[in-house]
Structures are given as structure tokens and as C-alpha cells.
């Protein structure tokens, strides 16, 4: 275990020494207030809208960036070591190839997070200053929430960041299949079950269900539920309105969309030549 947080260290710091947590804040949070800000704009008008309005654009925001920065943080955790020649050298050390690989992602993911937490707070604290009638502690549930999950889906990308990187031999095949991965998950997968929506003609209780098979549905939900009015269910989720999804168990699905590519990426180290 101290091999492993002794990599996670120089993992986090190699990202603050880089720049990475300073630039995935202020682009979270000049973005986020951004768009808390133009709420209204739908309706001719400039402010602070709904806290439900407020959320649902702020997790919509994480739903396409925090993948996209998750992957491109880690596609090159372990072929970019092969390619430099120091992944030879990394494994003379006195460390399990499982300690290294877990220790590398558990550094990528505090730099996410810290970048992720700081982002949002920032903007938290520009809504509760300017927004009108929003309660504090409502605000600060719900931003606790949107932030925990947000660092969830973005471990969720990192894990198949590294699971790409043991796999390929080449930074740029691991850049392009990074790139795909984002693609399948947040445009192609809600594009294919609205066609499938489209094409059952009646009934169809079970479509809820396939939300699950995408961890950026899942996160969607997570940061709708909390919420009464219909329209904070916005595209393929509006499926799911009213169903028996609960926080709690989509986070744990989160979770285990951490856990199946990881481990798939430790199995594949363990007997990849360095």
C-alpha cells in the first residue's frame, strides 16, 4: 500500500507541476458560471434561473467535458512510459505491477478531483452570491452531489484510459481509441436508444433499463432525481421519469464502471513486455 500512494504522490504532483489541476478548474468553473448565467436566456432574458435548471445544465456540461479531460489525462499513463523506455525502469523498482498501475490511477483521479471540486465550488459560490432565491442548503446538496458524481464519471474515463493504454502500443492509437471511447458513450449510445425508442411502437418498460449500460446516463440521473419538475428529464433520460431509479444504487453502478475496466486494465498489465 505505501508503493502505491508513494506513486499516486508523484502522480499528483507531476499534474499540479503541469499545470492540469489549475486549468481543469478555471475552465470548469468559468464554464459552469457561464452557463448558470445565460439560464435564462431561452426565456429573452440574462440571471440566475431554477436550482433544478441550474443543475441539470451544470451535469450536461460534465456529461461532455469531464470524459473528454478524464481520458485525455490518463490515455498515455502506461504507453507513454513504453514508448519513452522508462516503463522498463519503473518496473525494476521494489513495487507489484498492480501497486504501480493502481497508483497511477489513484493519482490521475485526485488531480481530476481536486480539479473537478474546485471548479464547481468556484461556480457554487458565484450562484449562491448572485442567484435570487436559491437556499444555501439546498445549493449545497445539490452541488455536493453534482461534484461526487462528477468525480465519479470522471474516474469511470480515467479506468478506460488505462485500459486502452495496456492494450495498444502506440500514444496515437491510444489517443484515437480515447477519442472513440468519449464518442460512443456521450453522443453515439443516447443516439442509438433514441432510435430504439422510436422503433418500439408500444410498451417498452424495460428501455429505462439500458440507461444503465451507459455510465453518462447514469450520471445524468443522478443529478435529475433529486428534483420534482419534469423538465429537469431532458432527452433520452426523460425515459426514465418516474421510474425506481435510486441515487444511491446509480451511484453504486458508477462505481462498478470503475471497477470492471480497472481490473481489466490490472489483468492486462500483469503479463504485458515491457
Known amino acids: ?32 458560471v457561464g452557463i448558470a448565467w445565460f439560464g435564462a436566456a431561452a426565456s429573452g432574458g440574462m440571471g440566475f434561473t431554477s436550482l433544478a435548471t441550474t443543475v441539470v445544465s451544470l451535469s450536461t456540461l460534465a456529461v461532455f467535458l469531464i470524459p473528454l479531460i478524464a481520458l485525455l489525462l490518463a490515455y498515455d499513463a502506461v504507453v507513454g512510459e513504453q ?36 471548479g464547481f465550488t468556484v461556480a457554487g459560490a ?22 461526487a458524481s462528477s468525480v465519479l464519471l470522471g474516474w469511470v474515463f480515467i479506468a478506460f484510459a488505462y485500459l486502452i493504454s495496456v492494450w495498444v502500443t502506440e500514444k496515437a492509437r491510444a489517443a484515437g481509441l480515447a477519442l ?38 447514469g450520471f445524468r440521473l443522478i443529478n435529475m432525481i433529486g428534483f420534482e419538475s419534469t423538465q429537469a428529464y431532458t432527452g433520452v433520460t426523460a425515459i426514465a421519469q418516474g421510474d425506481a431509479f435510486h441515487v444511491g444504487w446509480l451511484l453504486l453502478m458508477l462505481v ?19
Open 126 to 147: 458565484v450562484i449562491a452570491i448572485g442567484a435570487e432565491g436559491v437556499g444555501l442548503r439546498e445549493l449545497a446538496a445539490s452541488l455536493g452531489l453534482l461534484i
Open 180 to 217: 472513440g471511447v468519449w464518442f460512443l458513450f456521450v453522443l453515439v449510445f443516447d443516439l442509438g436508444l433514441l432510435a430504439l425508442l422510436v422503433g418500439v411502437p408500444s410498451g417498452g418498460d424495460w428501455l429505462p433499463w439500458l440507461l444503465l449500460l451507459n455510465p453518462t446516463d
Open 256 to 274: 462498478g464502471w470503475i471497477a470492471a475496466p480497472l481490473g481489466l486494465a490490472i489483468l492486462r498489465f500483469r503479463h504485458l513486455t515491457a
Open 1 to 32: 500500500m505505501n508503493a502505491t500512494l508513494i506513486v499516486a504522490r508523484k502522480e499528483f504532483q507531476d499534474g499540479l507541476r503541469n499545470r492540469w489541476v489549475l486549468a481543469i478548474a478555471l475552465i470548469l468553473a468559468a464554464l459552469a
Open 83 to 118: 514508448e519513452a523506455g522508462t516503463l522498463l525502469l519503473l518496473l525494476t523498482y521494489p513495487l507489484s505491477r498492480t501497486a504501480l498501475l493502481l497508483g497511477k490511477f489513484l493519482g490521475h483521479g485526485l488531480v481530476l478531483g481536486a480539479a473537478t471540486t474546485l
